[in-house]
């Protein structure tokens, strides 16, 4: 079964999200924005989700997880719980 490993800010409002997007495209650093602005647990972390395998995130979520090209920043991308910028850093 496939793994991948991932990080993400999850915050309320499309424009939050895209206003970090824009930081992190600047060079800001992911861990530090995630542990000042995520709404997630995972904020503590860094927004590091851990090991991840196919269906436990939400599927917007999952789809990019498993799907989308590592070491990019996508999203927003809009789930039940707000909307999160999600960073793949590894996948097997």
């Known amino acids: 079964m496939p793994v991948a490993m991932a990080r993400h800010i999850l915050v309320k409002t499309a424009a939050e999200a895209e206003q970090l997007k824009q930081r992190l495209a600047r060079g800001e650093d992911f861990a530090t924005l995630a542990r000042k602005h995520s709404t997630c647990g995972s904020a503590k972390r860094g927004g590091d989700l851990g ?4 269906g436990q ?7 990019v997880i498993f799907k989308k090209p590592l070491n990019v920043v996508h999203g927003p991308v809009k789930s039940q719980f707000g909307y999160h910028l999600v960073q793949v850093y590894f996948r097997d």
């Open 57 to 63: 995130m939400v599927r917007s979520i999952d789809a």
């Open 51 to 54: 090991e991840i395998r196919p």
